[in-house]
T-cell receptor
């Protein structure tokens, strides 16, 4: 298994355009997370899925943001009507919550760097 | 209030020396987990080590160890015999609640630079 993958790695867009990012988690992982990281800061939680259910959303996730995980495998994060303040690194992570439920360590992908001009 | 505090924005260490990166946390939940991640300039977040609040012993993973002092609410990362490849940002993070909880909260990070 090659780990969490994200596409595209970089995206440059003009203000007002819509963008969509994709995340493919580690294959057996049932949880998937989206985080946003701005320069010089740690990642901030946006939302997470357990299988196909979106169980939690941060207040950071405005109504211009929507995330899906339709079949419980890959996920997409869409930002509508992008603003310059949306420029950031968008990180995806996945984890396996098993019956033991001990650690649930999150493993991160390489991120998608979004620049809104 | 800050949940995770990393007071060292940057550190310089000579190669082969040991280094301690500080992390303090704030929670009233008796069940929580503490994580350290490394982020090289390429951007990916690399999981290093985990400590559960009920773990009796400090976690170790190769050259990494976590100095867990529960009463002080500190979870410092110790890297032994530092290498040039250890130069990166290091983030301390916490998950409150048991493993059924979800998000982890990150500190602001410490940039570690290893001098040859």
């Amino acid at each position: 298994d090659t780990g969490v993958s994200q596409n595209p790695r970089h995206k440059i867009t003009k203000r007002g355009q819509n963008v969509t990012f994709r995340c493919d988690p580690i294959s057996e992982h049932n949880r998937l997370y989206w985080y946003r990281q701005t320069l010089g800061q740690g990642p901030e939680f946006l939302t997470y899925f357990q299988n196909e259910a979106q169980l939690e959303k941060s207040r950071l996730l405005s109504d211009r943001f929507s995330a899906e995980r339709p079949k419980g495998s890959f996920s997409t994060l869409e930002i509508q009507r992008t603003e310059q303040g949306d420029s950031a690194m968008y990180l995806c992570a996945s984890s396996l919550l098993d019956s033991g439920g001990i650690t649930d360590t999150q493993y991160f992908g390489p991120g998608t760097r979004l620049t809104v001009l | 209030a800050q949940k995770i505090t990393q007071t060292q924005p940057g550190m310089f260490v000579q190669e082969k020396e040991a280094v301690t990166l500080d992390c303090t946390y704030d929670t009233s939940d008796p069940s929580y987990g503490l994580f350290w991640y490394k982020q090289p300039s390429s951007g990916e977040m690399i999981f290093l080590i985990y400590q559960g609040s009920y773990d009796q012993q400090n976690a170790t993973e190769g050259r990494y160890s976590l100095n867990f002092q529960k009463a002080r609410k500190s979870a410092n990362l110790v890297i032994s015999a530092s290498q040039l490849g250890d130069s990166a940002m290091y983030f301390c993070a916490m998950r409150e609640g048991g493993s059924s909880a979800s998000k982890i909260i990150f500190g602001s990070g410490t940039r570690l630079s290893i001098r040859p």
